[in-house]
T-cell receptor
């Protein structure tokens, strides 16, 4: 089983749509969870951390279900500028801070 | 805003040659990392570095790879004898894990290594 698994997509949605991405992770001892955004041939950039209580940042909502080892990201009112690859990232349970990346889900928002 | 800087942005090298990829992490960070991303694939962990020594390395990080922090600011990745399959984007990252468990890792813009 992959350590962090995502549906690669692509997700093609019209502007204004709501889109949801899911991710599962295999190590139940993982401590921290993140969504990063990666534009083509650029570095990953933190979109938001994910907490068990769920957290929201503007149009973006992230949820964590530790029992199911499942992470989600919801994007409301999609903008053209949201087009990117969204990376589900888990911080390893070791104390080195190593990050384990999913393969990413590609989102294309169309006018 | 502080940032991680990497040089060069693109390096072309012949197979068998040595390359050194350079990074300047954020100045008050203590944890440093190298990751790589082969075109079309996921970002993969190579090595973590703390307190002037390697704290963890992946299976990818074999004897042809080494890291060094030669002075107080630079963090380098050396590939001794490059192979075609080393062609990838190499990302340096740094973080200050001591603050919270959700502390962000900041990534540099990457060095695109092309081995020919």
């Amino acid at each position: 089983r992959k350590e962090v698994e995502q549906d690669p997509g692509p997700f093609n949605v019209p502007e204004g749509a709501t889109v949801a991405f899911n991710c599962t992770y295999s190590n139940s001892a993982s401590q921290s969870f993140f969504w990063y955004r990666q534009d083509c041939r650029k570095e990953p950039k933190l979109l938001m951390s994910v907490y068990s209580s769920g957290n929201e940042d503007g149009r973006f909502t992230a949820q964590l279900n530790r029992a199911s080892q499942y992470i989600s990201l919801l994007i409301r009112d999609s903008k053209l500028s949201d087009s990117a690859t969204y990376l589900c990232v888990v911080r390893d349970s070791s104390n080195t801070g190593k990050l384990i990346f999913g393969q990413g889900t590609t989102l294309q928002v169309k006018p | 805003e502080p940032e991680v800087t990497q040089t060069p942005s693109h390096q072309v090298t012949q197979m068998g040659q040595e390359v050194i990829l350079r990074c300047v992490p954020i100045s008050n960070h203590l944890y440093f990392y190298w990751y790589r991303q082969i075109l079309g694939q996921k970002v993969e962990f190579l090595v973590s570095f703390y307190n002037n020594e390697i704290s963890e390395k992946s299976e990818i990080f074999d004897d042809q790879f080494s890291v060094e922090r030669p002075d107080g600011s630079n963090f380098t990745l050396k590939i001794r004898s490059t192979k075609l399959e080393d062609s990838a984007m190499y990302f340096c990252a740094s973080s200050d894990l001591g603050r919270t468990d959700s502390t962000e890792a900041f990534f540099g813009q990457g060095t695109r290594l092309t081995v020919v």
